[in-house]
């Protein structure tokens, strides 16, 4: 069953998501198992970050990795995720 996370970040900027970014990817970490979709959207010092997950227990082994890293760089959650079922997951294809 794959999830969609909406993760409740604080502030977030450029700087500190390509921070993660790379301290992630030199440390072999990314792109992680079982991630399906990494989306970052919004404006710049509210940025925020959405994920598809093949299932709830890859998205937790991820974080125990990924939150030291979040703690060192200062990106701060305003809570818990929220996390859904997914009932329909279509990759669609456009022409050009």
Request: proline share 6%; no cysteine.
């Amino acid at each position: 069953m794959s999830i969609v996370v909406r993760f409740p970040v604080v502030g977030l900027t450029r700087q500190q998501y390509d921070e993660v970014s790379r301290r992630m990817e030199e440390a072999g970490m990314w792109p992680p198992d079982g991630m399906q979709l990494h989306v970052l959207f919004g404006t710049e010092g509210d940025l925020k970050v959405s994920e598809i997950w093949e299932s709830p227990e890859q998205l937790r082994a991820f974080g125990e990795q990924l939150q030291p890293v979040l703690n060192e760089v200062g990106v701060q959650a305003a809570g818990e995720p929220e996390i859904f079922e997914v009932h329909v997951l279509e990759q669609l294809q456009t022409t050009a």
